[in-house]
């Protein structure tokens, strides 16, 4: 059980460049979320996806996009890198319901925008 | 506008004392308030969660105190260890949102010096 798996673990792109991140829960969850994390700034919501077919703007969108691609996979992709997105991008899936409300990360990508 | 502001941003405590990290949120709607644990390299982690019908939860040497009044709520390490060393998160979310993504405080990087 993998749980929640993001690829590339660390990534260095030049402005302008465009990269996707990918992650994919193996829990069956319905709902997925991009959070970016920066020093002294805790964890930012990007995009979040209730379930499979819908994407939801969190707090910081601009400069992203997102695709859930099935239930599994939800991708966060940037078209036009900036240095302002030097981050650790960390994707999350939820387990909820009933007593339950549980977020699962992954191990986070280390994105360095030059 | 931060929703959830946490403190101290750092703490150092000798082995076996009692570090307190508190909480502070605006949105009277939220109604589920998790604390997330944090390895260097690795992503977050629940460690413990409280709903405000009680103004305590314990598990093992971890415990939640909740002040409804005061939108207030705290983490308390018991009997501390250097193995606790680590950066917590606070943070906040109102289930009757159905899937929207936690509000996280900034974070406090904790050292347990043996």
């Known amino acids: 059980n993998a749980g929640v798996t993001q690829t590339p673990k660390f990534q260095v792109l030049k402005t302008g460049q465009s990269m996707t991140l990918q992650c994919a829960q193996d829990?069956?969850?319905?709902?997925m979320y991009w959070y970016r994390q920066d020093p002294g700034m805790g964890l930012r919501l990007i995009y979040y996806?209730?379930?499979?077919?819908?994407?939801d703007k969190g707090e910081v969108p601009n400069g992203y996009n997102v695709s859930r691609l099935n239930k599994r996979e939800f991708s966060l992709r940037l078209e036009s890198a900036a240095p302002s997105q030097t981050s650790v991008y960390f994707c999350?899936?939820?387990?909820?319901?009933?007593?339950?409300?549980?977020?699962?990360f992954g191990a986070g990508t280390r994105l360095s925008v030059l | 506008q931060q929703q959830v502001k946490q403190s101290p941003q750092s703490l150092i405590v000798q082995k076996g004392g009692i570090p307190i990290i508190n909480c502070a949120y605006e949105?009277?709607?939220?109604?589920?308030f998790p604390w997330y644990q944090q390895f260097p390299g690795k992503g977050p982690a629940l460690l413990i969660a409280?709903?405000?019908?009680?103004s305590e939860k314990k598990e093992g040497r971890f415990t939640i105190s909740f002040n409804k009044s005061a939108k207030q709520f705290s983490l308390h390490i018991m009997d501390s260890q250097p193995g606790d060393s680590a950066t917590y998160f606070c943070?906040?979310?109102?289930?009757?949102?159905?899937?929207?993504?936690?509000?996280f405080g900034k974070g406090t990087h904790l050292i347990i010096q043996p």
């Open positions: 999350a899936s939820r387990d909820w319901g009933g007593a339950k409300n549980i977020q699962y």
């Open positions: 829990m069956n969850h319905n709902s």
């Open positions: 996806s209730a379930s499979e077919g819908t994407t």
């Open positions: 949105n009277t709607a939220f109604d589920y």
């Open positions: 409280i709903r405000p019908d009680v």
């Open positions: 943070a906040a979310s109102w289930e009757g949102g159905g899937a929207d993504g936690l509000t």
